[in-house]
């Protein structure tokens, strides 16, 4: 998606009504509004900082700002702080969908619920990081905090921009890339690779990671509409084959796809991995506000 992508007031004020719930958060020293669904969390005081943009105005210790002028807040050793890492795929095969009236392009849908989720997270007090892969890790927007910062969020994801090849593996298995502490990672993509998948959830899951795993697909994908004699190319690789399209070849596409999707499914949900299919003609917010609170990720 290309140009402002910042979500209108009505849609900010939905999502800013929902929290993201964790099953582990980490003791840092910023006091956020979310709860785990763990109990017995505690708050400490730990110290001043000067105000900043984003911060709750009502963590300002009036007191001291009687006596220096300056506004600080006070900072609380929170067992529920959590950071939010965003990854979306930008390879190829997500700039495809939307060919219909009732779809939109996987890239564009994709950068939509990060924002959405993003912002969400901003909102509550919790820290937002994204990052964009194809075949590697094409950029990051480092971790940041506060409402103000959703500007930051929404620019980074206006001017992503489609690659050619994807490799997940390889992408998020770089130097550096896996987090040092502990959060909760989503991945928004289509999950069309050939291998590498299973392996970069695990991978995640050992960085201690709460994994959230959004597959969109497009309903081009989901309820293909071809006839005729085609030619089928790949659009990251290139390779095409000559297709005679029927209805027995329409059915076994379909019985591939479902088992593939359904082995993601299963694999994520023996590892207690969050996974959420994503069709790109369900409106973001119906999306979010159904599929992901009954998955028990939001509230």
Not at 57 to 76: A, C, E, T
Not at 255 to 274: F, N, W
């Amino acid at each position: 998606m290309s140009g402002n992508m910042a979500l209108d007031s009505e849609t900010l004020l939905r999502l800013e009504r929902m929290s993201i719930t964790a099953k582990t958060r980490v003791r840092g020293t910023m006091q956020g509004k979310r709860r785990s669904r763990q109990t017995g969390a505690s708050l400490d005081f730990a110290d001043y900082r000067l105000y900043a943009p984003g911060d709750d105005i009502r963590q300002i210790d009036w007191n001291v700002y009687g006596r220096s002028g300056k506004p600080f807040v006070k900072l609380f050793l929170d067992e529920q702080e959590l950071i939010v890492r965003l990854w979306v795929d930008v390879s190829a095969s997500m700039n495809t969908g939307g060919e219909r009236s009732e779809g939109t392009n996987k890239l564009d849908y994709a950068k939509r619920l990060a924002a959405s989720i993003g912002y969400m997270a901003l909102a509550g007090y919790d820290r937002v990081g994204a990052g964009l892969f194809g075949e590697q890790v094409s950029s990051t927007l480092p971790v940041m905090r506060g409402k103000a910062s959703a500007r930051r969020l929404f620019q980074y994801l206006s001017e992503a921009e489609a690659e050619r090849t994807g490799d997940l593996f390889k992408a998020l298995g770089q130097p550096g890339t896996l987090p040092r502490q502990p959060g909760m990672t989503w991945l928004f993509s289509d999950f069309l690779y050939e291998s590498g998948v299973y392996e970069t959830l695990n991978m995640l899951a050992a960085a201690r990671q709460e994994v959230v795993v959004v597959q969109v697909l497009s309903p081009e994908e989901l309820h293909p509409e071809l006839t005729g004699d085609l030619r089928l190319v790949d659009i990251e690789s290139g390779t095409g084959k000559e297709v005679a399209m029927s209805g027995k070849v329409l059915k076994a596409y379909k019985e591939a796809l479902d088992s593939y999707t359904g082995a993601l499914r299963g694999y994520c949900h023996e590892r207690g991995i969050t996974y959420a299919l994503a069709p790109t003609n369900v409106p973001v917010l119906e999306w979010i506000a159904g599929t992901m609170r009954s998955s028990g990720v939001l509230q």
